[in-house]
């Protein structure tokens, strides 16, 4: 098992920014990949970003691209999303994800997920 809190959620005004923390702990040897997603009230959960735990190599959904940074720091096991240049349409429920495999934008082979943290961001 490898349990995952998030913190740092918020309101904020548009152009704000956020930093999100996810503190994974057990057996965070067997990470491969880890990732936020989000979702917004009456939408689906969407990806937002994914890093390899191993080589720090990133991914992001185009809406994020320069606006959204996602890193990790494996001495803490500990990953985070700093959010800048944030945008009403940014408002949702941001929950983190681990997986043992290749996951990506695939929500589906994240076996491990926090509880989610609120975003709000004002107009």
């Known amino acids: 098992q490898v349990p995952l809190v998030e913190s740092g959620g918020g309101l904020v005004q548009t152009g704000g920014s956020l930093r999100l923390s996810c503190a994974a702990s057990g057996r965070t040897d067997s990470i491969y990949m880890m990732a936020w997603f989000r979702q917004a009230p009456g939408k689906e959960r969407d990806f937002v970003a994914a890093?390899?735990?191993?080589?720090?190599?990133?991914w992001y959904t185009d809406s994020v691209k320069g606006r959204f940074t996602i890193s990790r720091d494996t001495a803490k096991n500990t990953m985070y999303l700093q959010m800048s240049s944030l945008k009403p349409e940014d408002t949702a429920i941001y929950s983190c994800?681990?997986?043992?495999?290749?996951?990506?934008?695939?929500?589906?082979?994240?076996?491990?997920w926090g509880q989610g943290t609120q975003v709000t961001v004002s107009p």
């Open positions: 890093i390899s735990w191993g080589t720090g190599i990133t």
């Open positions: 994800a681990a997986a043992r495999t290749y996951g990506l934008r695939d929500s589906t082979l994240y076996e491990y």
